[in-house]
């Protein structure tokens, strides 16, 4: 089991032909997703060879899922075409889209977020590094290479604290990753995620990931102590950026006390989350927690 994506996911890639398309696309296929199409409308028809694999590229992303049966879309296209690109997806019934690209308008992503949660479509992003799930489907830019299969799943608003919680973890493997983004507006939240480890029989411990600015890690603290049985780990950065200075993600925006690290790490606590002060501390919480079976 795993949480949003398994080996049998069928991946199409908007944006495949591009520089980042293509570098990405290869790193996904090396790490066994399976990659079944990209889209291009000025390219259709056309096939693009990354050595053991010819995948093909189709018009729109309806004439994808049509050909190939794909559930999955990766968005690499330019942040002014982004929300077109989703709303293309979401209309057409992909399952999942994760879009990558950054820098884009917030009004766009609160569209194109709106319109594919009424047409069913749960939106992983934007700005975000996506998710894999080790040794089944990679689908974004997450280095497959750094850990292995286990049983921690991860939520994280960060791409390189994803990556290196992955590291520190290495040697007991994870479920699924998930990196969020830090937007101020995403597709999937941390409950979200935390929903979906909580329903996985395969997942024992999460690791939750955030940062300074907003509430989601509010949030997310109260909805572990009305839902979660499963322990959770956290790490919040940000307990040294300058006060009254917005730092990071478009999203780390902190009013007065709200908003900062040391109220996220208050309310995590609270709810019996232990939560590290440097994201080698969280790995140690999270070994102490296995070690004692929960």
Do not use: W
């Not at 700005?127 to 040794?135: H, V």
């Not at 979200?192 to 999460?206: E, G, H, N, S, Y």
């Amino acid at each position: 089991m795993a949480i949003h994506l398994t080996k049998e996911s069928k991946v199409l890639v908007q944006g495949m032909t591009g520089g980042e398309g293509m570098k990405h696309t290869r790193r996904m296929l090396a790490a066994g997703t399976n990659v079944v199409g990209g889209v291009n409308p000025r390219k259709a028809g056309q096939t693009v060879d990354f050595d053991e694999r010819v995948v093909p590229v189709f018009g729109s992303v309806a004439d994808g899922i049509q050909a190939t049966g794909a559930d999955v879309t990766v968005v690499f296209v330019p942040p002014a075409h982004a929300k077109a690109a989703v709303i293309e997806a979401a209309d057409a019934g992909i399952g999942l889209a994760v879009v990558i690209t950054e820098g884009i308008p917030v009004h766009d992503s609160v569209a194109f977020t709106t319109h594919a949660r009424q047409r069913g479509t749960r939106v992983i992003g934007p700005n975000c590094p996506g998710l894999i799930t080790p040794g089944q489907s990679n689908a974004g830019i997450i280095p497959a290479d750094i850990t292995k299969p286990g049983r921690i799943g991860l939520v994280s608003k960060s791409g390189t604290l994803t990556y290196q919680l992955m590291y520190e973890l290495r040697d007991i493997g994870f479920s699924t990753c998930v990196g969020i983004g830090g937007d101020p507006v995403v597709g999937t939240t941390h409950i979200d995620c935390l929903a979906a480890f909580q329903d996985d029989p395969d997942t024992d411990l999460v690791v939750l990931i955030g940062e300074i600015g907003g509430d989601a890690e509010e949030r997310a603290a109260a909805y572990i102590r009305a839902h979660v049985t499963k322990p959770v780990v956290a790490y919040i950065a940000g307990f040294t950026a300058p006060e009254g200075r917005t730092m990071g993600h478009a999203g780390a925006i902190v009013s007065g006390s709200s908003g900062t690290a040391q109220a996220k790490k208050d309310a995590l606590e609270a709810v019996g989350v232990r939560v590290g002060g440097t994201p080698t501390e969280t790995a140690r919480h999270v070994l102490a927690v296995l070690e004692a079976g929960g």
